[in-house]
């Protein structure tokens, strides 16, 4: 799910929906970043969408899983 644009938001849901138990679920979505910061996936998601505007790149993040302090570090990098 990471690769293709997923934040630890909707990983975790995802896995918490199928019925792991949390501490699974937190250690999937850590592994997960493999060596990475969550920014980073995040940045990337949005080059793969090309989307780099405010509010429909805020949407495109909150809407992949990304929390939003990350969504708020990342944007504001962007829009320096």
Same mark, same amino acid.
């Given at each position: 799910? %990471? =690769? %293709? &644009?997923? $934040?630890? =938001?909707? +990983?975790?849901?995802?896995? &918490?929906? *199928? $019925?792991?138990s949390e501490s699974l679920v937190d250690r999937a979505v850590?592994?997960? =970043?493999? &060596? *990475?910061c969550e920014a980073d996936w995040a940045r990337d998601?949005?080059?793969r969408a090309g989307d780099r505007d405010g509010p429909r790149a805020w949407r495109l993040?909150?809407? *992949? &899983?990304?929390p939003e302090d990350? +969504?708020?570090?990342?944007? $504001?990098e962007i829009e320096a």
């Amino acid at each position: 799910m %990471r =690769l %293709r &644009g997923a $934040g630890s =938001l909707k +990983i975790a849901a995802d896995l &918490g929906a *199928r $019925g792991l138990s949390e501490s699974l679920v937190d250690r999937a979505v850590d592994e997960s =970043l493999d &060596g *990475r910061c969550e920014a980073d996936w995040a940045r990337d998601a949005l080059a793969r969408a090309g989307d780099r505007d405010g509010p429909r790149a805020w949407r495109l993040l909150a809407s *992949r &899983g990304f929390p939003e302090d990350v +969504i708020t570090d990342v944007l $504001g990098e962007i829009e320096a």
